[in-house]
């Protein structure tokens, strides 16, 4: 097999680029999604307080057989979690549902531009557990270049990870040059659109990119699925991209990805499909009275 594609963090490690989404994957069908990616071959899995399925991403992990040190566990603290005296709390609770005594990546999931103070508490913790060695690398999610700037002035360590929504309708070009120009890996959610699919009715018209013509006609020259060149989209433009499935057949052909590359034109191909319209929530609009929902840390 050829080897997997790994990038390497602000702070010296290396991970895998292609790594396995499981937001909005039920509870219930995470662990065997968990072990059929690691069976695969993926090393990565990208989870959150917020999915509801730490648990069952950490079960799988243990039923894969699989060393510790060799696969990348990515989780994200919630805005409920935020403020100074609770997300310490957050993180911990994060570790106990996974079982695990550390975890590799560890990131804010959003901002919260109207209480950027909780923000910042929040991101102090994480430096905190970097230092304790609970964690290897931190970093955030759904970042704007302004929230980067602002959290980079009040705290010491720059974000390894911005985790935001890339997709060929969403290329987020704005939020990519800050993340390279400062040093900070670009992770992509909904790497293939997903989010299309599930909120259709937010995104009027952007329809599903698996069936663009530029995607197809790429496919067929490749002799790969259109799923499988916008990953390859995501790998050659340098990103980490944490693409979902619970149907084994896309879980091993999400993988099939590391023995051919796109041509630079064909790259900016699919760059020109960006509608600049995001699937998902404005980060700016996101704060704990917007978005009551709290995670159960009991
Ligand atoms: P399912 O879980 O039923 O396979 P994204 O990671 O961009 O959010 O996309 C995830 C969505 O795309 C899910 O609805 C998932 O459905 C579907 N999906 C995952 N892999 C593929 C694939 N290779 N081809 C088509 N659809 C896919």
Do not use: C
Not at 23 to 30: C, G, I, K
Not at 101 to 130: C, G, N, R, S
Not at 198 to 218: A, F, K, M, W
């Amino acid at each position: 097999m050829t080897a997997q594609t790994t990038v390497t963090l602000n702070n010296g490690l290396e991970i895998p680029a292609l790594g396995f989404g499981v937001f909005q994957t039920p509870p219930e069908e995470t662990i065997s999604s968990v072990t059929t990616a690691l069976e695969d071959g993926y090393r990565l899995i990208d989870t959150a307080a917020s999915y509801g399925n730490e648990r069952e991403v950490g079960e799988g992990f243990r039923q894969s057989g699989l060393d510790r040190s060799e696969i990348v566990v990515e989780s994200k603290l919630w805005i409920s979690d935020y403020q100074a005296d609770k997300a310490e709390v957050g993180f911990e609770a994060s570790l106990r549902r996974l079982g695990l005594d550390y975890v590799d990546l560890y990131l804010l999931h959003q901002p919260t531009p109207v209480d950027f103070d909780d923000t910042i508490a929040a991101y102090q913790m994480l430096e905190q557990k970097l230092a304790e060695g609970k964690v290897r690398a931190i970093g955030v999610s759904n970042f704007s270049p302004d929230h980067l700037t602002r959290l980079i002035e009040k705290t010491s360590i720059v974000p390894a990870i911005n985790q935001v929504e890339v997709h060929p309708y969403f290329t987020n070009a704005t939020v990519q040059h800050a993340d390279a120009t400062l040093g900070i890996l670009t992770q992509a959610w909904s790497p293939i659109g997903g989010i299309h699919r599930y909120r259709p009715s937010d995104v009027p018209g952007s329809g599903n990119v698996l069936e663009h013509q530029v995607i197809t006609e790429l496919a067929a020259k490749y002799g790969k699925t259109p799923a499988q060149i916008v990953l390859r989209w995501h790998l050659d433009e340098g990103r980490s991209a944490l693409p979902k499935s619970t149907k084994a057949a896309r879980i091993a052909e999400n993988f099939a990805v590391f023995d051919f590359s796109l041509a630079p034109a064909e790259l900016a191909a699919i760059d020109a499909l960006d509608t600049g319209l995001r699937g998902g929530p404005d980060p700016e609009l996101l704060n704990t009275r917007s978005f009551p929902k709290a995670v159960d840390n009991s």
